[in-house]
């Protein structure tokens, strides 16, 4: 995020985009509560209605898959109504003209049929946008999870760079990270192409700066994405695949796809706190420590880094993370031994120049210290680009629009509905931990649920909370019918942490090509009525406890 | 009674809480005043803690290291001397055979932290020797 959070409440508007706080980020749903409270206009797009769209002057409800052109139809009012800041984009930003020139083909009336809304009420959200003294964007997965995704994310950063919402307290872009250190992971560098603090692999000099570091010459050529496995394993390039903490055999889009996948490995190595399905293909386990069994640093979806610290001790024989990747290298020949975290951090922030002066000490109990901090007295970012100043070469913010292309697999006869895959507040990702705990468990439990439009659903003869079948090209999987009048008619919603109702076995591995993420937000899929109600109750209760007794098994067993 | 700090481990909020713990037991979750969620706490970070506890509800915890000695092997639970042998021959034998670069390392976005991560992408550089290295960010 360009700015804090906290800084949302500072917001004159808020653009909420394809984000669904409420379920997804509840404490920063306070926060746009908060923003309400203080006065502050909310334009909501998105194709359900979520919490914050209750609450909101102005709920768009556009089309599933419609994201791009909705976005161009803003900028193009807001240029060709003159409401940009005409000094802001001449001074500080490159790549105008031809940002220009495409919003130009997007008037709001000639994207009505693409976004189902009315010309007027996009106008009118561009005006309130382009009007607020303080304007912030947040968007979610509603705007990343699709084929197009990228080209939203710069099209929406674009409408910032047109209103000079950058650079200030309570402005900006907001994508709220999903999971807890999805921030983190990206700052230490767990990304193919770049070290820790965002340091390309392929620049001779700061690989220099690591070789020197470590101690070994190291590759400047870029690894590959996850989301590429597939195809590496297939062309028989990927080998080995070693899984650290994620659960990819439920958390990835085409599951069949990625099981297979797995198969083909000469080796899987699967490091975590429980036994998951995805364990069940390792060829090696390594039992780690867990959150509220060790310390360490995470980093906030606002760039915040925050320790945390150990509460209890682990009862088996299990070692943090950090120390089994050190035996493990220690062991191929490398030694690697660290006394601490705070050891490891001081390593990190002397080769990451972004983190440099971010000590234990700083950030000791409560305290919270963002990114970018180059010195020990420097006290860390609120929100970036102050004077201006963007972090590209020539340091000036740079517009590029995109034309709208739809998704993929469009819903024909065989599969006429849209399925969108999305999070509900009690469990979290792959629900190892959530479906560990008692409370949690007891709110909501397999198989999950599909929502529907009450239309759809009586069109198929199915009552509320009915067990159905949901098909796609890729899977079938059961599931409950959830008669939901906030879910537009023709789409269909379900969850992704459901190991039974397992939305992910539906999902199309189709991805953005910049970002390689899958469009989790759009297949098509068939739901179907289920005579034997009896039968089907019986069939998620069978198919559940054998999961859960297999999964015991190998533990108990080994 | 003791109640230590932590960052609740559910999303991208960074929600402080403190873990209330009695004879090595979770017993309570309590907001604290951090910086983004001001005293504020979700259904997940008041309730989401009792799996220290080993509830055993939905899924066992992987407590000792475990090998599969061919594909068609159960899981065998063995001392981490000989897990670490195991995994280091057969990533040293891969790599030898078919280049670094057919090793493929994941990250965690969730529980381990941060300087986990750290170590992970330096053994993948340093010691396997590639840039073969993404995380969860996707998904």
Same mark, same amino acid.
């Given at each position: 995020?360009?700015?804090?959070?906290?800084?949302?409440?500072?917001?004159?508007?808020?653009?909420?985009?394809?984000?669904?706080?409420?379920?997804?980020?509840?404490?920063?749903?306070?926060?746009?509560?908060?923003?309400?409270?203080?006065?502050?206009?909310?334009?909501?797009?998105?194709?359900?209605?979520?919490?914050?769209?209750?609450?909101?002057?102005?709920?768009?409800?556009?089309?599933?898959?419609?994201?791009?052109?909705?976005?161009?139809?803003?900028?193009?009012?807001?240029?060709?109504?003159?409401?940009?800041?005409?000094?802001?984009?001449?001074?500080?930003?490159?790549?105008?003209?031809?940002?220009?020139?495409?919003?130009?083909?997007?008037?709001?009336?000639?994207?009505?049929?693409?976004?189902? %809304?009315?010309?007027?009420?996009?106008?009118?959200?561009?005006?309130?946008?382009?009007?607020?003294?303080?304007?912030?964007?947040?968007?979610?997965?509603?705007?990343?999870?699709?084929?197009?995704?990228?080209?939203?994310?710069?099209?929406?950063?674009?409408?910032?760079?047109?209103?000079?919402?950058?650079?200030?307290?309570?402005?900006?872009?907001?994508?709220?990270?999903?999971?807890?250190?999805?921030?983190?992971?990206?700052?230490?560098?767990?990304?193919?192409?770049?070290?820790?603090?965002?340091?390309?692999?392929?620049?001779?000099?700061?690989?220099?700066?690591?070789?020197?570091?470590?101690?070994?010459? %190291?590759?400047?050529?870029?690894?590959?994405?996850?989301?590429?496995?597939?195809?590496?394993?297939?062309?028989?390039?990927?080998?080995?695949?070693?899984?650290?903490?994620?659960?990819?055999?439920?958390?990835?889009?085409?599951?069949?796809?990625?099981?297979?996948?797995?198969?083909?490995?000469?080796?899987?190595?699967?490091?975590?706190?429980?036994?998951?399905?995805?364990?069940?293909?390792?060829?090696?386990?390594?039992?780690?420590?867990?959150?509220?069994?060790?310390?360490?640093?995470?980093?906030?979806?606002?760039?915040?880094?925050?320790?945390?610290?150990?509460?209890?001790?682990?009862?088996?024989?299990?070692?943090?993370?950090?120390?089994?990747?050190?035996?493990?290298?220690?062991?191929?020949?490398?030694?690697?031994?660290?006394?601490?975290?705070?050891?490891?951090?001081?390593?990190?922030?002397?080769?990451?120049?972004?983190?440099?002066?971010?000590?234990?000490?700083?950030?000791?109990?409560?305290?919270?210290?963002?990114?970018?901090?180059?010195?020990?007295?420097?006290?860390?970012?609120?929100?970036?680009?102050?004077?201006?100043?963007?972090?590209?070469?020539?340091?000036?913010?740079?517009?590029?629009?995109?034309?709208?292309?739809?998704?993929?697999?469009?819903?024909?006869?065989?599969?006429?509905?849209?399925?969108?895959?999305?999070?509900?507040?009690?469990?979290?990702?792959?629900?190892?931990?959530?479906?560990?705990?008692?409370?949690?468990?007891?709110?909501?439990?397999?198989?999950?649920?599909?929502?529907?439009?009450?239309?759809?659903?009586?069109?198929?003869?199915?009552?509320?909370?009915?067990?159905?079948?949901?098909?796609?090209?890729?899977?079938?999987?059961?599931?409950?019918?959830?008669?939901?009048?906030?879910?537009?008619?023709?789409?269909?919603?379900?969850?992704?942490?459901?190991?039974?109702?397992?939305?992910?076995?539906?999902?199309?591995?189709?991805?953005?090509?910049?970002?390689?993420?899958?469009?989790?937000?759009?297949?098509?899929?068939?739901?179907?009525?289920?005579?034997?109600?009896?039968?089907?109750?019986?069939?998620?209760?069978?198919?559940?406890?054998?999961?859960?007794?297999?999964?015991?098994?190998?533990?108990?067993?080994? | 009674?003791?109640?230590?700090?932590?960052?609740?481990?559910?999303?991208?909020?960074?929600?402080?809480?403190?873990?209330?713990?009695?004879?090595?037991?979770?017993?309570?979750?309590?907001?604290?005043?951090?910086?983004?969620?001001?005293?504020?706490?979700?259904?997940?970070?008041?309730?989401?803690?009792?799996?220290?506890?080993?509830?055993?509800?939905?899924?066992?915890?992987?407590?000792?290291?475990?090998?599969?000695?061919?594909?068609?092997?159960?899981?065998?639970?063995?001392?981490?001397?000989?897990?670490?042998?195991?995994?280091?021959?057969?990533?040293?034998?891969?790599?030898?055979?078919?280049?670094?670069?057919?090793?493929?390392?994941?990250?965690?976005?969730?529980?381990?932290?941060?300087?986990?991560?750290?170590?992970?992408?330096?053994?993948?550089?340093?010691?396997?020797?590639?840039?073969?290295?993404?995380?969860?960010?996707?998904?």
């Amino acid at each position: 995020m360009s700015n804090a959070i906290t800084e949302i409440q500072q917001a004159k508007c808020l653009l909420i985009f394809g984000y669904n706080a409420a379920d997804s980020h509840p404490v920063v749903a306070r926060h746009i509560l908060k923003a309400r409270a203080n006065g502050a206009k909310i334009i909501v797009c998105d194709p359900r209605k979520i919490e914050s769209a209750r609450i909101a002057d102005q709920w768009l409800p556009l089309n599933n898959g419609s994201n791009m052109a909705l976005v161009n139809a803003i900028a193009n009012v807001i240029i060709e109504e003159d409401l940009y800041d005409k000094a802001f984009v001449q001074n500080n930003t490159e790549g105008f003209d031809a940002f220009r020139e495409i919003a130009s083909h997007y008037t709001p009336e000639s994207v009505e049929q693409v976004t189902g %809304l009315k010309a007027a009420d996009i106008r009118l959200a561009a005006r309130t946008y382009a009007a607020a003294s303080e304007a912030m964007i947040l968007w979610g997965m509603g705007v990343t999870q699709y084929g197009q995704a990228v080209d939203v994310v710069r099209g929406l950063a674009g409408l910032a760079l047109l209103t000079g919402n950058f650079g200030r307290p309570g402005v900006g872009c907001g994508p709220v990270r999903g999971q807890n250190n999805v921030q983190g992971t990206c700052d230490m560098g767990m990304l193919p192409h770049q070290f820790p603090g965002y340091q390309s692999v392929a620049d001779d000099v700061i690989r220099d700066k690591f070789e020197k570091a470590w101690g070994v010459t %190291l590759s400047g050529t870029p690894g590959y994405r996850l989301t590429e496995v597939g195809h590496k394993a297939d062309e028989g390039i990927c080998k080995a695949f070693y899984i650290f903490g994620e659960d990819p055999a439920q958390t990835e889009a085409d599951l069949a796809a990625m099981r297979a996948t797995m198969r083909k490995m000469e080796l899987v190595i699967v490091q975590d706190i429980f036994m998951t399905q995805t364990a069940e293909f390792a060829d090696v386990i390594f039992p780690a420590t867990s959150w509220g069994e060790h310390e360490g640093v995470y980093s906030s979806a606002d760039r915040g880094f925050q320790r945390f610290y150990k509460a209890v001790n682990p009862s088996g024989d299990v070692k943090p993370d950090w120390e089994i990747f050190s035996l493990l290298a220690t062991r191929m020949g490398y030694p690697m031994s660290y006394s601490n975290t705070e050891e490891i951090w001081d390593e990190l922030r002397a080769l990451a120049p972004l983190y440099a002066g971010v000590t234990y000490e700083k950030m000791a109990d409560l305290k919270s210290v963002q990114w970018p901090c180059p010195t020990e007295d420097h006290p860390g970012t609120s929100y970036l680009f102050e004077g201006n100043k963007f972090s590209t070469p020539s340091g000036k913010g740079i517009f590029i629009g995109a034309e709208w292309r739809p998704p993929l697999e469009q819903p024909d006869s065989d599969y006429p509905l849209v399925l969108s895959t999305v999070r509900e507040v009690g469990h979290y990702s792959c629900r190892s931990m959530t479906g560990n705990c008692s409370a949690l468990q007891t709110l909501a439990d397999e198989p999950g649920y599909v929502q529907m439009h009450p239309d759809d659903a009586k069109a198929l003869g199915i009552d509320d909370q009915q067990l159905v079948w949901v098909s796609s090209r890729r899977g079938k999987v059961i599931s409950r019918a959830n008669y939901n009048d906030r879910v537009n008619k023709g789409v269909v919603y379900m969850t992704y942490q459901w190991w039974i109702g397992a939305c992910n076995e539906l999902t199309i591995e189709h991805v953005d090509p910049i970002s390689s993420t899958p469009e989790f937000k759009y297949c098509a899929v068939k739901v179907e009525h289920i005579d034997d109600q009896a039968w089907a109750e019986n069939y998620v209760q069978t198919e559940y406890s054998s999961l859960k007794a297999r999964l015991k098994s190998h533990v108990a067993n080994a | 009674m003791k109640k230590s700090i932590v960052v609740c481990p559910y999303c991208g909020t960074g929600c402080k809480l403190k873990l209330v713990v009695e004879n090595n037991k979770v017993i309570a979750a309590e907001p604290a005043m951090g910086r983004t969620n001001e005293g504020q706490l979700c259904l997940k970070g008041y309730y989401g803690w009792d799996f220290l506890n080993d509830t055993n509800l939905l899924t066992p915890r992987l407590k000792q290291p475990m090998i599969r000695r061919t594909r068609e092997s159960a899981l065998e639970a063995v001392s981490w001397d000989e897990a670490i042998q195991f995994a280091s021959d057969k990533l040293m034998a891969i790599k030898k055979q078919y280049g670094p670069d057919a090793i493929m390392t994941t990250g965690s976005a969730r529980g381990p932290g941060n300087e986990a991560n750290y170590v992970m992408q330096k053994f993948a550089r340093a010691v396997i020797g590639t840039n073969n290295v993404d995380h969860c960010a996707r998904v």
